[in-house]
Every structure is written in C-alpha cells, then in structure tokens.
C-alpha cells in the first residue's frame, strides 16, 4: 500500500512525522453526492477527503487517463449517470485548500490532480460538441436528454474555470475550451409556449422546443436527466450570476420565478410519496435552489431564509420520515446537516451561501494526535484551518480534537411565536459581512492565528433586508401565486407512474444507449 507521510505535532509541542496508509475508495454516487456530501467531507472529514482525492487519481491512471471516476461500483466503471463530476469534487477540495490530496511532501501539490481534471474534461467537452465554440450545446436528437447534458457537461467545465481563477492558475481561467463549455448553458436557453425562459431541448438542425414545465418527469417527461425544464430552470451552480442575466427583467423576475416554483411544489397533490413536479426535496437537481435568492441581492435574501427552514421543517422532520426520498450516498443528510449549520457550499465554486442557523451555539471540531479516534479523526493535518491553528499555538481539548469553527446566533425569536427567523447580519471574526453569501477564503483568511474561525448571526422575527440592522429599508415582496387548477387527481398520477414501470424496458430499448449518457437511466 502507498502512504503519506505528514508532520504532526504531540500534546507537548514536538513535531515528528507520521505515517498514513493510502487506503482505497470506491462506491461512488457522482452525480449525486459532489453538490454536499463531498463538501462535507472536506470540510469536517478532510483525510477521508484526501484518501478519496488519491483513489480518484489512481483510477484516472487505471481508465488511461481519458475519464475520472464516474460511478464505479467495486473496482468496476459503470459510467452511469452523466458529465464527470469527479472533477468538480476534486476543484472543490483543491479551492478549498485540503491537503495532500496527492500525497506528497508538499501538501499543497496540486499539479498531478488539476492536469487529470483538464484532460478529462477537456475531452468530454470535446466529445460533447461543446468546446470548439461558443454556441455548443448537446443535440435532444443525439441524447433524449441533452439540454440537462449540456447543463451537466457545462458545469465540469465550469469547475475548473473556477478553480483557476481562486488558485490563480490562468491555463485554467482563460482557456477557450473551458470558457466556451462552461458557457454553452446559455445555447439551451429558450422561450417557452407560455413567454417564460427555460433550458429546453434543441435539435441539430437548430429547432427548439420546450415541454410544460412542471410535467412529473417519472411519468411522461423524457426530455432531462431525473428531472423536469421546472427543475433545471435554475441550475447553473458554477455561473449563477450569468443564469440570473438570462431573465429579461434582471434580479426581481429571477426571484420572483423562483419563489412562484416554490409556491407550487406546495400545490404538489402527493406531498413527497413521489416526484415533486417543482421543488423536489428528495432527489438532487432541486436541492441548491433555495439558497439562491441569497445571490440576487440583499433586498431578496429574506425569502432563501424562510423557503430553507420551511424544507427543513417539511421534509426533514424527526421522526422515521425524516428524509425524503433515498440518502444517495448522504446526500440528502449533508443538505440537511449544512442547513442545520446556517452556510451551505454552492459546490463548483468557493461561495458559501448563509441561512439561519438552527442552533445558537455550534462548534466544530478536528482530530489531532491523541484524538479519539485515531487516523481517521487526524482531520487537523489535512484541513486548511490546520496551518493557522498549529504554528499559531492553539490547544487541543482533552481527546486531542482542535475547535476550528464557531457558529453563534443572536436574538432568535421564540420559535412558538414566530416560527421563521431572518438574518438581520453576519459578522465573521468580528467584521460585518456585506452580503450573505461567504468565500471559503474568507473564512481561512480573516481568522487570527491560532483562533477558531468565528461566524455571528444576528436575527429578527420579520422580513428584513440582509445588513439594513434598522428595518427601515423595504424588502421584496414576490407577486401571490394563485392556486393551479389540477385536472389529474392523486390516483391517476399513481395509475400513471405504474404504466411507465410496466412499460420502462421497451422504452429504454427503443430509446436507445447513448455515449454521453451510457446508462440510460430512467
């Protein structure tokens, strides 16, 4: 086995090296956990992190250096699902500053990593028809699913762009093939019947349709990747700015959108037995999209704060239900365990977006030699808060764990009284935050030596525009959405949903497989 040898420092001050064994991951569940579950690695579990990063690297060797791990099962590649999302896991550990991810002396080494995630998405973009130019997109005639394909592919592509610019690496940040992939979300972009914008499918020839929007996709959608035009309408993790651009009417028709596809996930007549046909809880194209208001202003930021704790509430109680649909590999826990953190990580980028916290007092703690748990729980040494810390002389508790983040909350309103609390502002490390949304360079850089990163949320029990600490400025207030006049009723869409099981495998053979989409996955 291969190991990685670190310098750690013992409860009396002396640093020696250690060793750690390389061990091997497998099982993974890309295309669903790389939006939390592996953030949530990084941040709390970053040696597991660091093993996971040298397994990836091993296997691009292994597939010849044309593809990073997309959803290997054992030691075998299934190629199921779509992109390779294996690169924007490993963007979001590099940008992030976890350490020795290549194993080396150096642990910032990053150079064998990044040059797999360039040639392997490099060449899906490639393949995809994405990165010859700026007007690329993935044809619905080529793969049913190819205006969410080129949402996916896009995102790849988008990762590493980002990467390069937080790491200032300009091979990354400026190349035309990565530009023009991460940029082809826009080539999809249409007007739909109803003079509303979605990301809809479009033929070679340049022809474009869009399906209803809120078509329950396990029943008659076809046209995307486990979801519907509703559900992808807002997914651009990597360029949200660019998506919000895309609405004629800027910020407050984005916000407006969004919050009316909220409202009518409530009009969903089956709660969560099956798909949602608009916000969908238990399955991962809708899960960033509450926290996007948070991006389109300060004067909209109330509204990703009470749809946040309303999902939490709803769909994640305490109880035998207390999470929607499958886990997919943890999936659904880390939304869950973020949103119970107040910061969830926009995975593609370095962002992290701010909601309530549900606690007043959160501290959050890594292993160091004599921790515990022994070489699993020596998260100190691979995180990027170690260096801070251990040369500025900070303490381990009594179980050799090293306090590295603390949250506080301030004012919260009786929960009895007022169920939704809103973020009046957020100092980090005794600075006010400008807006509601966190670099995970911030958190690094602002923290003195030897300190715990410090987060303070001051909240209020009314609608409040982020930063206005007097109440005096107005905040948005979306249009009513009306009720919809639903013409199926809730034994139908059952009905429905057991004719296409019935009918799925003639289905899957007349579509076809695709080299894009290799599974074919209903």
């Not at 969908?280 to 004067?299: H, R, V």
């Amino acid at each position: 086995a291969t190991t990685t040898t670190v310098p750690v420092k013992s409860p009396d001050g002396t640093v020696s090296n250690k060793t750690f064994v390389n061990h091997r991951y497998s099982d993974y569940s890309i295309w669903d956990e790389y939006r939390s579950h592996d953030p949530m690695l990084g941040l709390l579990y970053p040696h597991l992190a660091q093993q996971v990063g040298l397994s990836m690297l091993e296997m691009f060797y292994e597939e010849g250096q044309v593809q990073l791990p997309k959803w290997v099962l054992a030691n075998v590649e299934t190629n199921t699902m779509v992109g390779d999302h294996s690169a924007i896991i490993l963007a979001d550990w590099m940008m992030k500053g976890v350490k020795y991810l290549e194993g080396k002396a150096d642990p910032y080494a990053y150079g064998n990593l990044s040059d797999a995630c360039y040639k392997a998405i490099t060449n899906l973009c490639a393949q995809s028809g994405l990165s010859a130019s700026s007007t690329g997109y993935i044809p619905c005639d080529q793969d049913h699913n190819g205006a969410s394909v080129t949402l996916d592919v896009a995102l790849d592509a988008g990762a590493l762009v980002n990467m390069g610019k937080v790491l200032g690496m300009p091979a990354f940040a400026t190349d035309p093939q990565l530009l023009n992939c991460a940029g082809s979300y826009k080539n999809v972009w249409a007007v739909d019947q109803l003079n509303q914008t979605y990301f809809c499918p479009k033929f070679t020839n340049g022809t474009q349709f869009c399906p209803w929007p809120l078509t329950p996709y396990f029943i008659f959608e076809e046209w995307y990747t486990e979801g519907n035009s509703a559900q992808y309408r807002w997914y651009v993790p990597h360029d949200i700015g660019g998506l919000i651009s895309l609405f004629p009417n800027g910020p407050s028709e984005f916000v407006n959108a969004l919050n009316e596809f909220f409202v009518q996930s409530e009009q969903w007549p089956l709660g969560n037995t099956l798909p949602n046909w608009a916000f969908w809880a238990g399955n991962e194209p809708s899960i960033l999209t509450p926290f996007l208001f948070n991006f389109a202003g300060n004067e909209y930021a109330h509204l990703t704060q009470s749809w946040v704790q309303n999902i939490l509430d709803t769909y994640y109680p305490s109880g035998p239900e207390g999470i929607p649909g499958n886990d997919d590999y943890s999936t659904m826990s880390a939304f869950c365990l973020f949103g119970y953190l107040g910061l969830y990580p926009v995975s593609s980028t370095n962002n992290y977006s701010l909601v309530v916290p549900r606690f007043d007092d959160i501290q959050l703690s890594l292993g160091g030699i004599g921790a515990v748990d022994g070489d699993e729980d020596s998260g100190i040494y691979f995180s990027p808060w170690g260096d801070g810390l251990l040369n500025g002389g900070a303490t381990p508790d009594g179980n050799g764990n090293y306090l590295f983040l603390h949250i506080k909350a301030y004012n919260r309103p009786d929960p009895s009284v007022t169920p939704i609390a809103y973020i009046s502002s957020i100092k980090l490390n005794g600075a006010t935050l400008p807006s509601p949304i966190v670099t995970h360079q911030q958190l690094i850089e602002t923290t003195p030596p030897g300190q715990p990163t410090l987060i303070e949320y001051y909240l209020t029990g009314v609608p409040t525009v982020f930063g206005d600490t007097t109440g005096a400025l107005p905040v948005h207030q979306p249009p009513t959405v009306p009720p919809m006049k639903i013409k199926i009723s809730a034994d139908e869409i059952i009905g429905e949903y057991n004719k296409k099981k019935k009918a799925s495998s003639a289905r899957k053979s007349a579509l076809g497989k695709n080299k894009l989409h290799p599974s074919n996955r209903n």
